[in-house]
Nanobody, 121 residues
Framework: QVQLVESGGGSVQSGGSLRLSCAAS????????MGWYRQAPGKQRELVAA???????NYADSVKGRFTISRDNAKNTVYLQMNTLKPEDTAVYSC???????????????WGQGTQVTVSS
């Protein structure tokens, strides 16, 4: 079993910053790519940012230059630094990790429970 636990969400005013964390635990052999997704009310879930095991990053156009994804492989943790937040960034943010578990022959995807980010104007 693998668990992903997110933290760091909350409410901020437009222009503010938040830092999200997502820690993976369990029977983990290797964590491959990790990512942050978000879903706003009435909208589909979208990829915000992703990072490979080697540190290559990818961002949605809407957050480029404002958000930074990073990871600490020793801690099995991925971070999302969010700066210059806008009201349209309001959503539930969830992390996802592709993991090779101990005792399992293939990679499996795992999701965190989500954390609310609310940006007021």
């Amino acid at each position: 079993q693998v668990q992903l636990v997110e933290s760091g969400g909350g409410s901020v005013q437009s222009g503010g910053s938040l830092r999200l964390s997502c820690a993976a635990s369990g029977r983990i052999r290797t964590i491959y790519d990790m990512g942050w997704y978000r879903q706003a009310p009435g909208k589909q879930r979208e990829l915000v940012a992703a990072i490979t095991g080697g540190g290559i990053t990818n961002y949605a156009d809407s957050v480029k230059g404002r958000f930074t994804i990073s990871r600490d492989n020793a801690k099995n943790t991925v971070y999302l630094q969010m700066n210059t937040l806008k009201p349209e960034d309001t959503a539930v943010y969830s992390c996802k990790a592709n993991v090779w578990q101990i005792g399992v022959s293939s990679r499996t995807g795992h999701w965190g429970q989500g954390t609310q980010v609310t940006v007021s104007s």
